[in-house]
């Protein structure tokens, strides 16, 4: 960072983006980097989480530390653009392109299947390039903690991992699986046809260099714009007379301690503390070590390097601590400093340092004072006081110091609970020092709680002059009084198990994996893919940031942004909303709402319509989007935002489902039944009843939900990009709310940013074009994460209660359930979706005597939607706890329990008339018994938990089966249409109507194209998916995407190939090229439509007949997982899939998917439940 220049004007700020000298005016300079690169078209650059949560906004810096340039990852949405004067910034575009040559990094992750829908690719590609900048041959330790912030919700991280392994000398080990002959043993890439990386891949180049060295430094940085002022003094000594002179300035230095305001506009006048170059100094001294107020984490880690472990056991603790902290990107750039000044009751260093007696030295104008750390230390500030460096003083000979921090995620999470523990018994006065930390996130019934000087537990542990070997009352009694009135117990069993187990470390884990698939037949024709694992088409332009997402739309000209205001209430009359002030905001023009949809302010999911667009009257949810701000710009719009009034008249609202069975609120409910086997019933011996509570989950899709709707000149035309999975769904709504017939609307997609059931939903849309319609201009809409998490719908929170017989072998003789689920304010897909759940109860079993009622129950939450499985996760987590029941009851192996109760050939399930045509189940069964050793794994396990050494430690297996029938459940929806044009020069462009989300449906079309024509698949090319080219097709979703349109293409592709054979037949050998041009010379048509509408699925609710499938896909998965009774921590250590898909047309992408959804399925049995503060509000809304 260079600084000087003393323009008191405001000069203009230079760096560079790419190699590209950027010279900003100031004026825009107070941006965040991420919204400065994609308005300047760089759009590779993602927007997910908006405050460093996720890295999809990765990209590299470089800029002169010491005389040296240094190369280091940031998030850009916590970056503002003021900071970067002199610096570089490279982007994923940056690095390489399709157009020019892939950068390794590109090269590896697209090549090694690890992008899916690709959204979280450049991030990756980003922070694995920042791993290389510091070391060209990473371990796998190194490329796990440069890639901590990064998070990919589609592929269940293991290809990526493998793809950046292949960087290491030691590249991801296999595991010893055993796979039998039908198996391929074949790598889905090809490492030596990878590109070496060169020195030349990771450094920046000497003419960029040369840009850097000319900026000259400036000292001062006005915005002409709102009169604000950035300084960049260079010792502390300048900083402290700016203070003086500006007493309303603040302290500056990575800027992230202010968490979610990083655009904060109310930092007028700024002191960046970034330049002063004595603050970034670690100085061994005889007494302790000194650390620079100006030290980053990652500084901090590297300076503490080689201590001397006895003397400076509290350092190597703060460094070991500091490693861990948030991800790679925030410690580049986060300070010490800051996190002690940051303040929070989950900082990791407040404890340590209190319990250290670190000390820090306060530079003010009266000269410099020592203050203690300790909590709230930031009031012992006074205004314009500069930390200059915190001092950690040299520990005893004895000293123990531990740091124990308890939460959700290994990383980039904030502790529950955590605690710093300094003892010494060994001295004349044994001391003990503990301070406890953490926030409520994951607890319910917690307060925040102050960070807790723990008096109590000290005094115990020198009374007993030792920790404690086991949980005592007196210890749990000394706990509870520390805690004071927060008698959180899961945090109090917490920290009595940090004290009983004080000097137990965190395991090590070993990566291995191991993929396996069926061969392709060697007469197969080598040009023909299917069975193979071709990449996906997009993944080369997903890696490299080319590859177009509803957002990255090039802005037009005209063009609004909108802005939504959330309604705070659950369930609420409005009384009214004045929107004089937001109004007058400059920049701001207009407001939208319920008044300005000219047809139909209600939409459908499916039922009748019962969902508004802006809400007439009253608000039924807290989070519902009340109306939107048009605005120019995002500062504008959001500053509009808050200054929007609105009035409530509060009524009741009915939040949980408990509330919702009280009050007997419901949509329609769905029953089924079918008692096909009376002898069974008659043979039960013994029953049950019990509840299971299943909580919701939230997609977080890494695209959020957005919108660009372009109104034409011309009829009422307008033409609409959406991240939608249904565009002819959101086609009809549109046209309904404009009043206008639905071929005046054209929407479009080219892919988007994952869905997982949760873009079915038109809302987002709908109100683009309400206001695009309104404001005659084009208008853009892009949810922030916490507005996407506030009023789109999540996976249903659901309650099963269970009536189970079952005769002495533990096979079900009758089941029974009642499943209460919270649909949320509104049908959306809730009815039907309950109506599967009944269907899917079954899991991988066949319930012979079965009864089940679900109840969407009428809340006032969001409106709950499909989610991954649709009902198949809840079904199969309802039934599986049943089956251990059994198991318990009859002492059985939980594996014999399953085995006896799976579906089988013939069997007849419990809807529909459909038998099951095959034993695919079993033959899964049987392959996963085999390749998990799951006898032999048992017996280990019953042995590791035998063992009294292990008592808090438990370790257990599971295996289990499921089976899915990917069906639309209505007979109309199972309908798909192509189009296949083959162009003069023999090029071939395809379209269908499914929407690709990453799960690599345009990739599969094209393999399924290929084969019908016998054309290679490098001749084919599908640009995006419009209701203009394929009409009224059907949401992608419930797995049919590739049935339902690769039906179709191969219809289409069946009618052009019978129309060029005879011409190929007369030709063998002529290229394809020359038979096309003949076939055009010949005027055949070169063009062909294909639509399906064989599939017969359709099952009759009121007689429960009918087909209920076509097949039914299967598989088995075998997991060995550890669990700490006392924490709650568990650890995966094996997974065993057996997945039968059919003759698989894309090992690579079957995999793929399989694990993601492995992944997404254990966040949601772990760790991700979705928990709602009193008021109806999301307490688990990115805090
Ligand atoms: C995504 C994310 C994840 C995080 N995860 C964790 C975590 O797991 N554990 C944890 O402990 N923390 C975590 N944090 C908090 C993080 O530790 C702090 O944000 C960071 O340390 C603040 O440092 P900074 O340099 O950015 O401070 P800034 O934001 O620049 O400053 C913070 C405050 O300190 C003042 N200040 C800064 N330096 C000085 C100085 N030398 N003298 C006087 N005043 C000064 C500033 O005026 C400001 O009020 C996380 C933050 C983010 C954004
Ligand atoms: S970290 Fe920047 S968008 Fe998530
Ligand atoms: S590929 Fe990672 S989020 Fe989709």
Redesign the pocket.
């Known amino acids: 960072m260079g600084t000087a220049e003393n323009d008191e004007e405001g000069g203009i700020l230079k760096f560079s983006v790419n190699g590209k000298l950027q010279k900003v005016s100031p004026d825009i300079s107070s941006q965040t980097l991420i919204q400065y690169l994609r308005d300047s078209g760089l759009t590779g650059t993602k927007l997910s989480c908006g ?3 996720c890295g999809a906004c990765t990209v590299l810096i470089t800029s002169k530390k010491g005389g040296e340039f240094e190369r280091y990852t940031v ?1 850009a949405c ?1 970056t503002l653009v003021c900071t970067l004067h002199g610096s570089e910034v490279t982007t994923v575009e940056g690095l390489g392109s399709t157009q020019t040559t892939l950068h390794p990094v590109q090269e590896r992750l697209y090549s090694c299947h690890g992008s899916q829908c690709g959204f979280c690719s450049p991030g990756m590609v980003m922070s694995m390039a920042g791993v290389l900048c510091k070391n060209s041959t990473p371990d796998i330790e190194d490329i796990v903690t440069g890639l901590q ?1 990064n998070l990919c919700r589609c592929t269940g991280y293991r290809p990526i991992l493998e793809a950046f392994s292949t960087f290491s000398s030691k590249p991801l080990a296999k595991s010893d699986q055993k796979f039998d002959s039908a198996e391929e043993e074949v790598e889905t890439y090809d490492v030596s046809k990878f590109k070496d990386l060169k020195p030349e891949d990771l450094q920046i180049s000497e003419n960029t260099k040369q840009v850097l060295e000319n900026i000259e430094q400036v000292k001062c940085v006005r915005f002409k714009s709102d009169g604000s002022k950035w300084f960049y003094p260079s010792t502390v000594a300048e900083a402290l007379c700016l203070s003086k002179q500006f007493p309303e300035a ?10 979610k305001k990083f655009s904060s506009t109310e930092m007028k006048t700024v002191i960046s ?1 970034s330049s002063v170059l004595k ?1 970034k100094e670690i100085v061994i001294q005889e007494e302790g070590i000194l650390i620079g ?2 030290v ?2 990652s500084e901090l880690v590297e300076g503490l390097k080689n201590l001397d472990i006895v003397k400076h056991r509290s350092a190597e603790v703060l460094k070991d ?1 500091a490693a ?4 790679t990107q ?1 410690r580049n ?12 009751s ?5 404890p340590i340092l209190t319990v250290a007696k670190a000390v820090l030295l ?2 003010s104008e009266e000269g410099q004072r020592k203050i203690p750390v300790r909590p709230h230390v ?1 009031k012992e ?1 006074s205004q314009g ?4 460096a915190v001092f950690i003083p040299n520990n005893s000979i004895n000293d123990i110091i531990v740091y124990k921090k308890q ?1 959700k995620r290994k ?5 529950v609970v955590n605690m710093a523990l300094l003892a010494n018994f060994e001295n004349a006065v044994p001391h003990v020092s503990i301070v406890i930390g953490g926030v409520d996130l994951a607890v319910k019934q917690s307060t925040e709680g102050e960070l807790i000087i723990a008096s109590n537990v000290e005094k115990h542990l020198i009374s007993i002059k030792d920790f404690p070997k086991s949980s005592t009352s007196a210890l749990l009694k000394a706990i509870q009084l520390d805690f004071g009135k927060d008698q959180n117990q899961y945090k109090i069993q917490i920290i009595s198990e940090m004290l009983t187990n004080i000097f137990k470390s965190e395991k090590k884990w070993n990566l291995k994996s191991h993929q396996l698939f069926e061969k392709t037949s060697a007469t197969q024709s080598m040009i023909d893919p299917i069975t193979r694992p071709v990449p996906h088409i997009s993944a080369a332009e997903q890696c490299t940031g080319e590859a177009e997402y509803t957002g990255d739309v090039p802005k037009l000209a005209n063009e609004v942004f909108l802005f939504p205001v959330h309604s705070t209430q659950s369930h609420a009359k409005i009384k009214s909303i004045n929107t004089e002030n937001a109004l007058r905001v400059p920049g701001v023009v207009s407001w939208v709402s319920a008044q300005d949809v000219p047809g139909a302010n209600i939409f459908a999911g499916a039922g009748p319509p019962d969902e508004h667009i802006f809400p007439e009257q009253d608000v039924h949810f807290s989070g519902q989007i009340i109306g939107v701000i048009a605005a120019v710009t995002p500062d504008a719009g959001k500053q509009a935002v808050s200054l929007v009034e609105v009035s409530y008249e509060t009524k009741e609202a009915l939040l949980s489902i408990t509330d919702a069975v009280a009050k007997n609120s419901s949509f329609e409910i769905s029953k089924l039944e079918r008692i096909q086997d009376a002898e069974l019933l008659k043979s039960t011996n013994k029953s049950f009843n019990g509840q299971i509570k299943l909580g919701g989950q939230l997609h977080i899709y890494m695209e959020t939900h957005g919108a660009v709707a372009i109104p034409g000149k011309e009829k009422s035309e307008m033409i609409i990009y959406s991240s939608n999975q249904s565009i002819s769904g959101v086609q009809k709504a549109v046209a309904s709310a404009l009043k206008v017939p639905q071929h005046k609307i054209v929407v479009k997609a080219k892919r988007i940013g994952g869905g997982f059931g949760g873009k079915e939903g038109p809302l987002i849309t709908l109100i683009t074009a309400v206001a695009a319609n309104k404001l005659g201009r084009p208008c853009r809409l892009a949810l922030d994460r916490t507005s996407d998490v506030l009023s789109m719908g999540h996976r249903h929170e659901t309650h099963a209660d269970y009536e189970i017989g079952f005769d002495e072998t533990g096979k079900i003789t009758k089941a029974k359930f009642e499943c209460n689920f919270n649909a949320g304010c509104s049908r959306d897909l809730s009815v039907p979706w309950g109506a599967t759940l009944l269907n899917r109860l079954d899991g991988g079993y066949s319930l012979k005597n079965f009864e089940g009622k679900a109840y969407p129950r009428k809340t006032n939450l969001t409106s709950n939607t499909a989610f991954r499985g649709f009902g198949g996760p809840e079904g199969t987590a309802i039934i599986e706890e049943c089956i251990e029941r059994i198991a318990q009851i009859t002492g059985k192996d939980p594996a014999e329990v399953r085995k006896i109760n799976l579906t089988r050939e013939n069997d007849l399930l419990h809807y529909g008339d459909t038998k099951v045509y095959d034993d695919n189940l079993m033959r899964c069964w049987e392959d996963c018994i085999k390749k998990s050793d799951y006898f032999e794994k048992r017996k280990e396990i019953e042995a590791f938990n035998a063992n009294p050494g292990n008592k808090n430690v438990r370790r257990g297996i599971s295996i289990v089966p499921i089976k899915f029938a990917p069906f639309m459940p209505l007979k109309f929806l199972n309908q798909a249409s192509a189009y296949v044009r083959i162009y003069t020069d023999g090029s071939i462009l395809l379209s269908h109507g499914g929407i690709e989300m990453g799960q690599g449906l345009h990739t599969k079309m094209l393999q399924v194209a290929s084969r019908v024509l016998k054309v290679p698949m490098e001749k084919f090319h599908l640009i995006e998916t419009s209701t203009e080219i394929n009409i009224n097709t059907t949401s992608t979703g419930g797995s049919t995407g590739t049935d339902l349109n690769g039906h179709a293409v191969v219809l289409a592709c069946e009618d052009l190939a019978a129309k060029l054979a005879p011409l190929r037949d007369a030709n063998p050998d002529m290229p394809w090229e020359q038979v096309i041009f003949q076939a055009y010379l010949q005027r055949i048509p070169l063009t062909a439509y294909g639509f399906y509408n064989r599939s017969q699925v359709e099952v009759d609710p009121k007689t429960n007949t009918g087909l209920a499938f076509n097949y039914l896909t299967t598989g088995v998965a075998c997991t060995v997982v550890e669990v700490d009774c006392a924490s709650g921590n568990h650890q995966v250590l094996s997974t065993n899939i057996v997945m039968d898909v059919g003759q698989s047309l894309n090992p690579a992408i079957d995999i793929g998917q399989v694990e993601g959804a492995f992944v997404q399925g254990y966040g949601y049995m772990t760790m991700e439940e979705v928990v709602h503060g009193l008021n109806g509000e999301i307490a688990t809304n990115n805090k």
């Open positions: 405050e460093g949560n998030n916590t912030g603040v302290y500056r230095q990575g800027g992230t301690g202010g968490y503390l603050m107020g100006g980053t984490y601590t861990k902290i948030a991800s925030l750039v986060a300070t010490l400093v800051g996190g002690i000044l940051w303040d929070h989950a900082s990791d260093m407040l306060v530079e930031t500030l006081d500069i930390v200059g939460a990383t980039v999470e904030l502790g």
